[in-house]
């Protein structure tokens, strides 16, 4: 079962009194701490760049991005997933292919959501046209019934999830609670079983979860709880990171 450790970026919008060499800074020490506690894969998100567009962040924010992506390739062996949120795929895909990451996220894959940023719609095609375009290997996570947001339709998770895999050429399915930091509905990873799906934890993972989804999971992006505190926004705190591959090992 594949590990993802969250790595929150801090601010590089418009307001942002972070300086590039800090951002980097940040993202590379954060990137060490999950390498010492046994993870082997990161996934990096602008999280503190809100308000967030509904499909593509600034030109400024994502040469920040671009920039942390470089460095982060160089000096960590971990495999590497992109998150341009709110849904920014399109520049997601590029940045990863551009710097030789294996993943990125997408939060709306398939079908129509309503967000705090407004309905945002299916960017399936035009990533997956992308891709082909830039001859690119990555692969796709994609969100279903994703958290901080409502379908605009009446499909099941069940329907979406094989809309995400079959119509919509994702390699993984993830799902989340309602917000960040918060677990998944056990019955609706359950449902998802019976049908052959293991999906990846989005949101809330951590040590006290291990036996409740062992066995029913194929990976987990692990962020909230592997944090100072326990709070998003903190860095990440090594005993605490340890604790989750250690618990996952045992």
């Given amino acids: 079962m594949k590990l993802f450790g969250m790595i929150h970026l801090p601010r590089m919008s418009f307001d942002s009194t972070v300086s590039l ?3 980097i800074s940040y993202s590379v020490t954060e990137a060490k701490k999950l390498e010492e506690a046994g993870f082997k ?6 999280f503190n760049d809100v308000p967030f567009p509904k499909s593509r962040v600034s030109d400024l924010v994502f040469a920040k991005f671009s920039a942390l992506l470089y460095r ?3 000096e960590t062996d971990l495999e590497i997933g992109v998150n341009v949120l709110r849904n920014g795929c399109e520049q997601a895909m590029v940045l990863a292919t551009l710097h030789n990451c294996e993943y990125i996220r997408c939060n709306v894959w398939e079908s129509a959501y309503v967000t705090d940023q407004g309905i945002i719609e299916t960017p399936a095609y035009e990533v997956i046209r992308l891709k082909h375009i830039l001859g690119s290997d990555v692969k796709i996570l994609a969100d ?3 958290k901080h947001a409502r379908p605009l339709g009446t499909e099941s998770i069940i329907e979406a999830a094989k809309n995400v895999n079959s119509r ?3 390699h993984g399915i993830i799902v989340s609670g309602v917000a960040t930091g918060s677990a998944p509905d056990l019955s609706q990873i359950e449902k998802l079983n019976a049908v052959g799906i293991r999906p990846i934890i989005g949101s809330g993972f951590g040590v006290d979860l291990v036996d409740t989804y062992r066995g029913k999971i194929s990976g987990a992006i692990v962020g909230t709880s592997i944090k100072v505190d326990g709070v998003s926004t903190n860095p990440i705190d090594v005993e605490r990171a340890k604790a989750v591959v250690k618990a996952m090992n045992e």
Avoid: Q
């Fill in 168 to 170: 919509g050429g994702a």
């Fill in 21 to 23: 060499d800090d951002l």
């Fill in 72 to 74: 982060l390739r160089r």
């Fill in 144 to 146: 279903v019934m994703v």
């Fill in 41 to 46: 894969a990161l996934m990096v998100e602008n």
